[in-house]
């Protein structure tokens, strides 16, 4: 599959707390974008990062970006009860006109 | 506002219908992509259009079909030929092909 893979599957932090979730990919890739779903909602875009960059940030979201081990992470600062959602990444394939989802994080957030 | 409108929201069908599921935007943008969602798991395409009267197989194309007749309108229709259609669908568009996704709320259809 070219899917990229989220891990941990589930992810159970307290306010306050940072949260952390990986992707993993298997081939070349344009970009990888990050979004968050809200139960039985939607996804929502968070942050693309290009191919190029090793690094971004946007708020309290921070996203690395390693391409020679093919693998992503988007790190949650100072997490909220509102951040509760699912996590997703969506690699752009080289290649290909369209975006591979991964199973995703589910992310709880106690207040 | 500018955005994705899926309707309906919910729908049940009885097997061996046909349903046909609604996605318009209003954002001008080109690429328009129809995503099938199970419980628990992540999406699977089901099939994008780059551009009007022009339409591609996704990953999970079987049991489904679609049109682009107008820019701003990509409507997907469950077949009775698909065996599992109760699932969660999601209609996205970008204004380019490398460019982020913005989604519909989702379409839940259940069959009886």
């Known amino acids: 599959s070219q899917q990229g893979e989220e891990d941990p599957q589930a992810l159970s932090i307290q306010e306050g707390e940072n949260a952390t979730m990986n992707c993993s990919y298997k081939t070349s890739i344009n970009n990888l974008q990050w979004y968050r779903q809200n139960s039985g909602r939607g996804l929502v875009h968070l942050i693309l990062?290009?191919?190029?960059?090793r690094e971004k940030h946007s708020g309290r979201l921070r996203v690395t970006l390693d391409t020679s081990k093919k693998s992503s992470s988007l790190l949650i600062t100072a997490s909220r009860a509102a951040d509760t959602a699912s996590y997703f990444c969506?690699?752009?394939?080289?290649?290909?006109?369209?975006?591979?989802f991964g199973s995703g994080t589910k992310l709880n957030v106690k207040p | 506002d500018g955005g994705i409108t899926q309707s309906p929201k919910y729908l049940f069908r009885k097997e061996g219908q046909n349903v046909t599921l609604s996605c318009e935007q209003n954002?001008?943008?080109?690429?328009m992509y129809w995503y099938r969602q199970d419980p628990g798991q992540g999406l699977r395409l089901i099939y994008y259009?780059?551009?009007?009267?022009?339409?591609q197989k996704g990953d999970i194309a079987e049991g489904y079909s679609v049109s682009r007749e107008k820019k701003e309108s990509f409507p997907l229709t469950v077949t009775s030929a698909q065996k599992n259609p109760t699932a969660f669908y999601l209609c996205a568009s970008s204004i380019s092909r490398t460019g982020e996704l913005f989604f519909g709320e989702g379409s839940r259809l259940t069959v009886l």
């Open positions: 990062i290009r191919s190029n960059e």
């Open positions: 954002l001008n943008h080109d690429a």
């Open positions: 969506a690699t752009d394939v080289y290649n290909f006109n369209k975006f591979y």
């Open positions: 259009s780059q551009i009007v009267n022009d339409f």
